[in-house]
C-alpha cells in the first residue's frame, strides 16, 4: 500500500489519543494520530515522524500521522494499514494460491470479522488481523493495551471451527527484523490465555512481518508465533 503525500517532522505531544503536536518546517500543527493505541514507546518528545498530507478542506486536520522512526527501525503505526495490506498481498496469492472471494468485515455469529475467504475448493476460512508495533529486545508483543474486543474475535474464531470452516488471527508486524511475536501477557494475560486454547482447538496464528518505507507498506517475511 502508497501513501501519496508523505512528509517528515518531530513529534512534541500527544494531547489526547487521537490527536498529535507536530513540528513541521518550523511551525506546529495539529495531527490526527491513526492510532488510537497507547504507542508510549513510540510517541515520545522528539522522535521523527511521517504525516500523510491531505488537501480535503472539510478535515479538521490536515495531517495524519503514519510512521515514526525507533532508534534504527521504521514503525508504521497505522491501525487501517494492515487490513489494506493483507487484502493486497491475498489477492495476489501470498495467502493462499486458489482463492475464488475475498470479502472484508463479514459478520460471522456475534463478531465482525476482518475477513472472510473462500477458496476455489469452496472452503471457508474467517481472518482477524492484528496489526502489531509493540517491540521489545527484537521480540513483537501483542496487544499494547488490555482488549476485551481481541478476546471476543479469538473466541468467535473458535465458533467458526466449530461450524466446520477454517480461521486464523493473522499478526501484521507493523515493522522489519523482529524474532517472533509473541502474546503480551503482562498487560492482558486474558488475551494470551484466549490464544493460546484457540490455537489448541484449530485456530491458525500466523505473523508476517512488513518492508516499510515513509510512503509504503508491503507484506514481508513469515514470523514464528511463540505462544
Not at 214 to 224: K, N, T, W
Amino acid at each position: 500500500m502508497q501513501y501519496d503525500h508523505i512528509v517528515r517532522g518531530t513529534f512534541r505531544a500527544r494531547p489526547n489519543r487521537f490527536i498529535a503536536l507536530v513540528e513541521i518546517d518550523g511551525r506546529e500543527e495539529v495531527c490526527h494520530v491513526k492510532n488510537t493505541g497507547r504507542c508510549r514507546e513510540l510517541l515520545v518528545p522528539g522522535a521523527t515522524v511521517y504525516l500523510d498530507h491531505s488537501d480535503n478542506p472539510k478535515r479538521k486536520t490536515a495531517y495524519d500521522l503514519v510512521a515514526v522512526e525507533k532508534g534504527a527501525r521504521l514503525i508504521n503505526m497505522d491501525a487501517q494499514a494492515p487490513n489494506r495490506v493483507f487484502a493486497e498481498w491475498a489477492a495476489g496469492g501470498g495467502f493462499l494460491p486458489h482463492l475464488c472471494s475475498i470479502r472484508p468485515e463479514v459478520t460471522f455469529g456475534a463478531s465482525r470479522f476482518d475477513f472472510r475467504l473462500e477458496t476455489e475448493e469452496g472452503k471457508v476460512i474467517w481472518v482477524e488481523v492484528k496489526g502489531v508495533t509493540l517491540e521489545e529486545n527484537g521480540l513483537a508483543r501483542f496487544p499494547d493495551a488490555p482488549t476485551e474486543r481481541g478476546v471476543k474475535h479469538i473466541q468467535e474464531l473458535q465458533r467458526t471451527v466449530e461450524a466446520g470452516d477454517g480461521a486464523v488471527l493473522f499478526f501484521v508486524v507493523q515493522m522489519e527484523g523482529v524474532q517472533s511475536v509473541q502474546p503480551n501477557d503482562a498487560t492482558h494475560p486474558a488475551f494470551g490465555a484466549a490464544l493460546r486454547q484457540a490455537a489448541k482447538q484449530g485456530v491458525q496464528v500466523l505473523a508476517r512481518g512488513c518492508r516499510v518505507e515513509p510512503s509504503r507498506l508491503e507484506m514481508a517475511e513469515e514470523i514464528p508465533v511463540v505462544l
